[in-house]
Nanobody, 121 residues
Framework: VQLVESGGGSVQAGGSLRLSCAAS????????LAWFHQAPGKEREGVAS????ESISSVKGRNTISKDNAKNTLYLQMNSLKPEDTAMYYC???????????????????WGQGTQVTVSS
């Protein structure tokens, strides 16, 4: 299983970025998927999650999570970015049973290497 993030970069405050996470080696539609971020010196925290049934939870701030099962790709649209959004952003995947709720607290077995987002004022 491999998760590869892309789309990070440096933007000015107020700008937008769209992160992508391309997955291979798993059946995307069976998984709880999520975005996390970690700023220097801080704990990693969940940003948004989306379940196999498209249920969305844990959306923080001005972000929109979505996925394309046919392309095995997860997205995070970030708008009106602020300097405090500066962090490394990671995608994660965890198999989701039909009775389980997908959230940032789910058990994520697979993680990407991360993509850096830097927002300047």
């Amino acid at each position: 299983v491999q998760l590869v993030e892309s789309g990070g970069g440096s933007v000015q405050a107020g700008g937008s970025l769209r992160l992508s996470c391309a997955a291979s080696g798993l059946t995307f539609s069976n998984y709880c998927l999520a975005w996390f971020h970690q700023a220097p010196g801080k704990e990693r925290e969940g940003v948004a999650s989306i379940g196999y049934d498209e249920s969305i939870s844990s959306v923080k701030g001005r972000n929109t999570i979505s996925k394309d099962n046919a392309k095995n790709t997860l997205y995070l649209q970030m708008n009106s970015l602020k300097p405090e959004d500066t962090a490394m952003y990671y995608c994660a995947a965890g198999f989701q049973q039909w009775w389980q709720r997908c959230s940032g607290s789910s058990d994520f077995a697979y993680w990407g290497q991360g993509t850096q987002v830097t927002v300047s004022s």
